[in-house]
């Protein structure tokens, strides 16, 4: 791939992004939370929830790009309020996402990682924007990208001078209807081999099936993905978005019952790899 | 101009209104002091006659009367709740003020322009209370204070230390993106020099950091913002953009209570100034006495004496009451070892705050 200066396997050891207590692209980090951010009781009560189930950070939209200019759009600066309150209070560092290059200074005053969305990948003026915000970027896929249009995209960011990007795999547009979008696994394992920066999965907007989520996020972690980002609304069905995707806390809690023993054994037959190999060695 | 526009200043007014109402609202309770009884005829019949004296067709003489006559009740009504007037300095919002509420909850919180106001209204008797920073954990001693401290009859009974939580506040917080310029007193622009860049937002200097919220309220300059405590969000009608701007740790300022009196419990704290003769030790002398009697100091500061500048006073403060027996041995002890020792009271310490 050419023109990848910075973000290119060849420049640096895997980037470790640290964000409060989590260091992303070290063990595995799961984001969890709801889809738009509404109301402080709701924000709290889901980010309490999350937190008693393990997850590591806390997620939630102030600033939606929704397909209908008549949908729900976020609460904006209130919201971001809450959600850095639901931090504080949680001490789960809290990642939200940026839609206005005019923004930007102001998401980064209240949260501790932007998320750029699938269908701002390419705006390529909020990409020079977040890279000068002094804050980690979390890149999500564009929905119709390839991999090198998607670490070209990075490339803007480090080439501002921010270090700190996290790449999201979000699932691709296919000719399949059963899910939303088909989530792309292969990108993992692809994208370890071609850049140093950490990769996590989506599972929640890849499938669009709740009953999906959990068996997409193992398979992250299987594939070798530095965490999970995943939906959870204290009842998903009064969500003001995307109501029929978002997981109950019970069943995130579930999820991560299974993620936490599997990273175990993971580490345990590396570990066990590098003994062989040194022993023959 | 469209109906939103005039809506805005429909807005502007009727904050500007109340500011105003609360301002005579404190006037009123300041007159108690000069006068026999709450009830003055006289003047009451003379403040209705300002309906017929200006002919505002708007306004109609009828009307004016009746608005007259509900203030005026109003203000009979609170000059008879017997609320303690507490003086600080700065406008309405100022931590001073911040600081009074916490100290006297129900209080009348009258604002002084200077220092000096606050300690002569209190020896005088037109305020009940005073409520004055002494130091700032960034900033050091208030030196104006510590002066007028040297000088005055006036007892410390209480004190609050104040976590100075710098705020961004706007008329109508949807509208961050459109913000330019923040105004405020140079010490907080200073100190939120850091979030004013990333924000690329320009420091405009102002008197104070409550007035600077206060005419946001009342002039509402296109684009502009003002730093100043959460307390003037409250009271001005303004909204919060954000809390905490301050770059560095949070600055804790420390405030005293001022009375004519002693207080009248059993204080855990006690402060006092005194000075002592130009000769090798002196200070050491007394100090030694803390230490001998295991007295745990909180403060120490010195200052030079207006009155006599080669010489220095020292303020202390340390733990327990003045008349516990090991605190009143080393104070009579102290009165031999200096030239001046002013006892400014003992009071119960900052309530688990700070």
């Known amino acids: 791939m050419k023109n990848l200066k910075l973000t290119s396997i060849s420049q640096v050891q895997k980037t470790a992004v640290k964000i409060g207590g989590v260091t992303m692209g070290q063990g595995f980090c799961a984001i969890a939370g709801p889809c738009s951010i509404e109301s402080q009781s709701q924000m709290m009560e889901t980010a309490e929830a999350v937190k008693k189930a393990g997850a590591d950070m806390l997620r939630g939209g102030a600033f939606k790009p929704r397909s209908s200019p008549y949908s729900f759009q976020g609460l904006g600066l209130e919201g971001l309020k809450i959600l850095a309150r639901a931090g504080r209070e949680t001490g789960l560092p809290v990642i939200t996402e940026v839609i206005d290059p005019r923004d930007v200074s102001w998401v980064a005053e209240f949260a501790d990682v932007l998320q750029i969305g699938t269908r701002n990948m390419q705006n390529f003026s909020l990409l020079k924007e977040v890279g000068k915000a002094g804050r980690p970027v979390l890149l999500k896929r564009g929905m119709y990208s390839t991999l090198e249009e998607w670490l070209n995209c990075a490339e803007y960011i480090l080439s501002e001078g921010n270090p700190d990007v996290i790449l999201c795999e979000r699932g691709i547009r296919t000719f399949e209807r059963y899910t939303r979008n088909t989530l792309d696994l292969s990108a993992v394992p692809a994208m370890r081999a071609l850049t140093h920066l950490p990769i996590i999965v989506d599972p929640t907007h890849s499938t669009g099936r709740p009953e999906l989520v959990a068996p997409m996020s193992l398979a992250a972690l299987a594939a070798g993905a530095d965490g999970i980002m995943v939906e959870v609304h204290r009842r998903p069905q009064e969500a003001l978005c995307d109501a029929d995707q978002a997981l109950t806390p019970e069943q995130f809690a579930g999820i991560m019952a299974k993620i936490r023993p599997m990273q175990e054994f993971l580490a345990g037959i590396s570990k066990e790899k590098n003994r062989k190999a040194s022993s023959i060695g | ?354």
């Open chain 2, 1 to 354: 101009m469209k109906l939103e526009e005039i809506r805005i200043k429909i807005d502007k007014i009727d904050r500007e209104l109340l500011v105003l109402l609360q301002e005579r609202m404190g006037l009123a309770l300041r007159t108690k002091k000069f006068k026999e009884s709450v009830s003055d005829p006289a003047r009451e019949a003379d403040l209705l006659a300002r309906a017929e004296r200006m002919a505002l067709d708007l306004v109609e003489r009828s009307f004016t009367r009746h608005l007259l006559k509900t203030i005026i009740d109003e203000s009979k009504r609170l000059q008879q709740e017997e609320r303690p007037l507490v003086a600080f300095q700065g406008e309405h919002g100022a931590y001073g003020e911040v600081a009074a509420r916490r100290l006297v909850p129900g209080g009348a919180y009258i604002p002084c322009l200077e220092f000096v106001d606050v300690f002569r209204g209190v020896e005088e008797g037109e305020f009940d209370l005073g409520v004055v920073p002494v130091e700032n954990s960034l900033e050091g001693a208030v030196t104006q204070v510590n002066d007028l401290l040297t000088d005055t009859k006036l007892k410390v009974v209480g004190e609050a230390k104040v976590p100075v939580n710098h705020c961004l506040l706007a008329t109508d917080v949807r509208d961050y993106r459109d913000l330019r310029q923040v105004f405020s007193h140079p010490q907080a622009l200073a100190q939120c020099r850091g979030f004013l860049a990333r924000n690329r937002l320009e420091p405009r200097p102002y008197y104070d950091t409550a007035g600077a919220a206060k005419m946001l309220a009342r002039e509402n300059p296109r684009a502009a913002g003002a730093i100043a405590s959460a307390l003037c969000a409250e009271l001005y009608d303004l909204e919060i953009v954000k809390e905490g701007i301050e770059d560095g740790p949070s600055n804790t300022t420390r405030f005293l209570l001022l009375a004519r009196d002693m207080y009248d419990g059993r204080g855990d704290k006690t402060s006092v100034v005194f000075a002592t003769r130009h000769e090798a030790g002196r200070l050491f002398e007394v100090l030694r006495l803390f230490a001998d009697a295991k007295i745990n100091l909180t403060r120490i500061a010195s200052m030079p004496l207006r009155r006599d500048p080669d010489n220095y006073c020292f303020f202390l403060d340390f733990e327990g009451d003045e008349n516990d027996e090991k605190a009143a041995e080393v104070l009579s002890q102290m009165e031999k070892l200096t030239i001046t020792l002013k006892k400014l009271g003992s009071y119960p310490a900052n309530g688990g705050i700070g």
